[in-house]
């Protein structure tokens, strides 16, 4: 655990995406959490949002990017994160299409809330967290590979607490 601490401290100014991957009940929030304490926008919010695989993709999308709907808009922890970390916990859970959306997050920093027309600017750092392997749900077709490549930037393991 003492290589994870390490490596928290060596991130410590980096704006790039962080995947935590590591077996359930390793920590992974913990390390997540650490990686936002000790980062530059420690000042800023902390938002969580679990990609629970029985949910389906619709209200997923509203919890993480926002909903219009009848004209008002309800911000999502992506625009509740701005200026923070936003945590994705088990994102090899996420569907595709929202995958897509990450996607668009990360590489412009801008996000359209769910049923809107118009994207937003937000300054959001992506910690996400896994016990899956990767490279293996991309082979499947389960998961994009250019969002497999942009959240492993900074890529933290940690490792089971037995």
């Known amino acids: 655990m003492q290589a994870v601490a390490d490596m928290i401290r060596q991130i410590q100014p980096s704006r790039s995406p962080v995947l935590v991957t590591g077996e359930s009940g390793a920590g992974k929030h913990l390390v997540a959490r650490a990686v ?11 938002e969580t949002i679990s990609c629970d695989p029985t949910q389906t993709e619709e209200p997923l999308e509203a919890q993480l990017f ?32 929202l995958q897509s959306s990450l996607l668009d997050l990360l590489d412009a920093g801008e996000a ?27 082979q499947e077709g389960r998961f994009r590979a ?15 607490l037995r």
Do not use: K, N, Y
């Open 112 to 138: 359209t809330p769910a049923g809107g027309t118009d994207a937003e600017a937000v300054d959001v750092r992506v910690v996400a967290t896994t016990t899956a392997d990767l490279d293996a749900r991309v």
């Open 36 to 46: 936002h304490a000790t980062s530059a926008r420690t000042g800023g919010s902390l």
């Open 66 to 97: 926002g909903i219009v709907e009848e004209g008002m808009q309800r911000p999502g922890a992506v625009h509740a994160a701005d200026g923070g970390t936003l945590v994705i916990e088990d994102v090899d859970a996420l569907p595709l299409s």
């Open 146 to 160: 250019p969002l497999r490549d942009r959240l492993r930037v900074i890529s933290l393991h940690v490792p089971p």
